[in-house]
């Protein structure tokens, strides 16, 4: 299995552009995470997807920040504006909840917003 | 509310060292989940290990080993004979049967000097 993909590995945009962020899951899992890492903050839960739909977006910052799971394959992270603090880097995992489960996270996205 | 504490920022020892991190949770769920995931100075999220609640038998493998306290909800690892390798930052997660969302706590840098 080729684990978690993100797209792109990195990221610089400018403030106030669109960004979008990309996640395939492991085939099979119906789990599927958005964090987000700074050193200030450490590890953030953004959103969690269970069978493509969001169960808890308690985490995502502002409106400027939408996430979708239109299929069970594929992902989207949008940030739109985007603003300076936003610069982070994005982690895409996805696992199956029960017993024998742990979440496999993507390579992850850095964002750089300048 | 916090629910995983690592009071451990960074731990600096020498190659051959055991190391020992702390991990402290919280939850009101009689079902859950503990995890240890390891970020190298690469980057990516490494799973290590996973105990479920009901099973506090603890184990060891290879040189890492951990021991599960529900009694003081706790859950450390150690990595025995440590290698300049096992530079990371190791991160310890809880999930909880009731919404399966995974929790990190913030990190406990482990430097190995040779």
């Known amino acids: 299995d080729a684990g978690v993909i993100q797209s792109p590995r990195h990221e610089v945009t400018e403030m106030g552009q669109e960004v979008t962020l990309r996640c395939k899951p492991i085939s099979g899992h119906n789990s599927l995470f958005w964090y987000r890492q700074t050193m200030m903050r450490g590890l953030e839960l953004l959103i969690y997807?269970?069978?493509?739909?969001?169960?808890?977006d308690s985490g995502m910052p502002e409106d400027r920040f939408s996430a979708k799971m239109p299929n069970a394959s594929f992902s989207t992270l949008k940030i739109q504006p985007s603003e300076p603090r936003d610069s982070a880097v994005y982690f895409c995992?996805?696992?199956?909840?029960?017993?024998?489960?742990?979440?496999?996270f993507g390579q992850g996205t850095r964002l750089t917003v300048v | 509310a916090q629910k995983v504490t690592q009071a451990q920022t960074e731990i600096s020892v020498v190659e051959k060292e055991d190391v020992t991190l702390d991990c402290v949770y919280e939850t009101r769920d009689t079902t859950y989940y503990l995890f240890w995931y390891k970020q190298p100075p690469s980057g990516e999220l490494v799973f290590l290990i996973r105990?479920?609640?009901?099973?506090?038998q603890n184990e060891i493998s290879g040189r890492y080993s951990w021991n599960f306290q529900k009694s003081t909800s706790s859950f450390n690892f150690t990595i025995t004979a440590s290698q300049v390798v096992d530079s990371a930052v190791y991160f310890c997660a809880l999930s909880e049967a009731s919404d399966y969302k995974l929790s990190f706590g913030a990190g406990t840098t482990v430097t190995v000097r040779a």
């Open positions: 105990r479920n609640s009901f099973d506090e």
């Open positions: 997807f269970n069978n493509n739909v969001p169960i808890d």
């Open positions: 995992a996805s696992g199956w909840p029960g017993e024998n489960t742990e979440a496999f």
